[in-house]
């Protein structure tokens, strides 16, 4: 089992998204948007297509995804990195993952790479027969903060959060106002050095916060690797309690859109 990965940074959101196909109602660019109801989609019937993104500069790349897709079971995908361009795929070539790993309950492709590469260019290619036509509602890739000591086993929490209000009727049957169900996950990093706090915590607070996503994998060797990857807000920024000499604990909460 690995370790709990955190990427705080979302590299897409600062550069510029793009899509080989795509309809002019549901751009690339809603790949960038903060809500997965705002999504990318292909023509009817092009089934076959690849979303790009131009980070501008390089940047550290552990991990790239796409959330709320609409991949079945049998879709692909490939993966390619460059500091050329967005064809090429110097830098790192995931070669065809077929099938991509997509676990159609939590519509995610989540790709970690085996070890990060530095490029300014992300290309992913997906393709799936059985579809009318392709949909992901956000692309994710960056770093990811793999801490030296896991979560607390004793200390994490996983389940859903339903809003949905209810009530009784005046008739005593129940009235319920079905809502999303979203994801909910807690755990407690037990053993955070001073390194760790002044390189990644003190960054995930600044960065991140309450207002920006952030994408956790709790174990990226699992057999359904989306249903161990959260993507969602922190319910509080990053604050660390002192435990010994240069020596902290923190604990972390997100909660998914869906």
């Not at 008739?171 to 169900?181: D, F, I, K, L, Q």
């Not at 050095?193 to 991140?208: C, K, N, V, W, Y």
């Not at 994998?217 to 989306?226: G, K, T, Y």
Request: with cysteine; charged share 20%.
């Amino acid at each position: 089992m690995a370790r709990v990965s955190i990427l705080y940074r979302n590299e897409p959101d600062y550069g510029d998204v793009a899509a080989a196909d795509e309809v002019s109602t549901l751009p690339a660019t809603f790949l960038q948007h903060p809500s997965l109801g705002n999504v990318w989609r292909t023509p009817t019937d092009v089934t076959s297509s690849a979303v790009t993104a131009d980070l501008g500069v390089s940047r550290a790349i552990g991990v790239v995804a796409l959330l709320a897709c609409n991949l079945s079971a049998a879709g692909t995908a490939r993966v390619k990195l460059s500091d050329v361009d967005a064809t090429s795929h110097e830098l790192y070539d995931s070669t065809l993952l077929d099938p991509a790993g997509v676990d159609t309950i939590y519509q995610a492709f989540v790709h970690v790479l085996p070890s990060p590469v530095t490029a300014r260019y992300i290309r992913v290619e997906l393709a799936d027969d059985s579809l009318d036509y392709l949909e992901a509602g956000r692309l994710v890739a960056g770093a990811l903060w793999t801490p030296d000591y896991n979560y607390a086993w004793t200390d994490i929490e996983r389940g859903a959060v339903d809003d949905s209000p209810r009530d009784l009727s005046i008739s005593g049957e129940p009235w319920v106002e079905a809502r999303p169900t979203r994801r909910r996950v807690r755990f407690s990093l037990p053993w955070v050095s001073a390194t760790e706090l002044a390189t990644h915590l003190d960054a995930m607070g600044r960065i991140a916060g309450r207002k920006r996503d952030v994408l956790v994998i709790l174990d990226h060797e699992a057999s359904s690797v989306p249903q161990e990857t959260y993507w969602g807000l922190m319910t509080d920024a990053p604050a660390v309690v002192g435990t010994g000499l240069r020596a902290f604990r923190q604990s972390i909460e997100v909660i998914t859109q869906r």
